[in-house]
């Protein structure tokens, strides 16, 4: 199966960028083989995704009431458990 992987780059407040810190290769451990990046995120990233979630948490996702995002929360890990096989597929 050949993966076909994005550039390496962070999700941060709903956009994607450049990482600060570079990219990490990301290891076989069958062979020790690179054989793709990843984003390294840097304290500049950290600052932004800190501001990004202080952000959403002012505005929409904040005015949510907590009972009400915690049923939302539930619904993704739902969705995460539900497709479990086909995400460790693809991690591995």
Do not use: C, Q, Y
Request: hydrophobic share 50%; glycine share 10%.
């Amino acid at each position: 199966m050949t993966l076909m992987l994005p550039p390496a780059r962070l999700l941060i407040g709903g956009t994607w960028r450049e990482a600060s810190a570079g990219t990490i290769p990301v290891v076989n451990p069958s062979d020790g083989a690179a054989f793709a990046e990843i984003a390294r995120g840097g304290a500049a990233d950290i600052a932004a995704a800190v501001r990004a979630a202080r952000s959403a948490f002012e505005g929409a996702w904040g005015r949510v009431p907590p009972v009400e995002r915690g049923r939302l929360l539930m619904k993704l890990a739902r969705a995460v458990a539900d497709r479990h096989d086909w995400l460790a597929e693809l991690e591995a």
